[in-house]
């Protein structure tokens, strides 16, 4: 069970609420057709309920939100409908991705590494819900900032964060494996490329604890000081995002 952190350090500082109160997030689960869905649905009950209670109380947004586990669309956020569309069958191949890397000689079981995967994914299409709802500025790709949002949550919400953070970075060196050539359609795509968010997550988790995860950079990028950079990239985009947090917040709604 991953534990949040009591003492969290992407904080929401209450100076100046919106005079709007915030929706709180709800669930949706569809029913499950396959014993792959039912599996699915299992992996993401495990982890949903408290990234549902992390996200309201640190990034809440002015509109209901709900999500929609079991969609046959997504992983995607829907503005129209404000709604994240998150599937059974995304889960199932990711599950299966780890599987067939044989994860589990990293020390996590395909199971555990997907459940990290899942919450990647869900602070990621999240992150988009709240950029839109609060109407945040961003500067650059959207795409990216989420990534990078998704990645400091779990960094600095769990104990365990770092690990968390690396288990969804995999995913993406995984499904790089696919890419045998590149072509126009991967550079016109509004997501970095999968080699992109995989080095970017790791130089974030470098960053949070240079000495714990000293062993994810390799001695190439320490001869180029990559290292002092992702220290400083890390500080940077958490300062950054506590500022936004703190200039788009909304007053939580108390829970019933």
Known sequence: MKQILLALTLVLVPACFSP??????EQQFLPAVSPEDNQAREVIESVSEQMQHLFDEQLPIKQKLTIQFGADDGPLFDPEKMQILFPYQFVTEVLNRFKGDNYQQTGL???????????HTLAHEYGHAFIYSNQVIVLGKEEDAVDTLATLLLLNS???????ALSAADLFALEDEDVESFDDDHFWDEHSLDAQRYFATLCLIYGSDPEKNREIISKAQLKIERDSYCEEEYLRQTENWDRLKELYSVEPLPKQ
């Open 20 to 25: 709007h109160a915030a929706a709180l997030t």
């Open 109 to 119: 079981t395909a199971v555990e590494a997907t459940q990290d995967a899942i919450m």
């Open 158 to 164: 769990f104990e365990e964060g770092d690990e968390i």
